[in-house]
């Protein structure tokens, strides 16, 4: 199972970027998907998170301007991210909590992945 996050890159503040994030391997459910992201020197946070049935939560500082959605056929998670702000240069993260079967048929729920990080970078 891996997790690979694409879109991030330079843009001016006030621009928009979309990331996207595709869980693959031997899954045969995906709960939670969601978004983190580290700032330098600081901890990694929560931005967003969707439930498997659609349910979303944001952080504060970017209620109104992210928006987290996922494919479930797809196994893949978007953020739009719009009227973009310096404060929001970072490495974004993505993170699912998924159900897969693993080597001999052994099946595993409930486990975390997180995939590699992509950076968003907002320019004054």
């Known amino acids: 199972v891996q997790l690979q996050a694409s879109g991030g890159g330079l843009v001016q503040a006030g621009g928009s970027l979309r990331l996207s994030c595709v869980a693959s391997?031997?899954?045969?459910?995906?709960?939670?998907m969601a978004w983190y992201r580290r700032s330098p020197g600081q901890q990694r946070d929560l931005v967003a998170v969707?439930?498997?049935?659609?349910?979303?939560e944001y952080a504060d500082s970017v209620k109104g301007r992210f928006t987290i959605s996922r494919d479930n056929a797809k196994n893949t998670v978007y953020l739009q991210m719009n009227s973009l702000k310096p404060e929001d240069t970072a490495v974004y993260y993505c993170?699912?909590?998924?159900?897969?079967?693993?080597?001999?048929?052994?099946?595993?729920?409930?486990?975390?992945?997180w995939g590699e990080g992509t950076q968003v970078t907002v320019s004054s």
């Open positions: 993170n699912a909590v998924l159900d897969y079967i693993g080597d001999m048929g052994v099946e595993f729920y409930n486990q975390e992945y």
């Open positions: 391997g031997n899954i045969f459910r995906v709960n939670d």
């Open positions: 969707i439930s498997n049935g659609g349910s979303t």
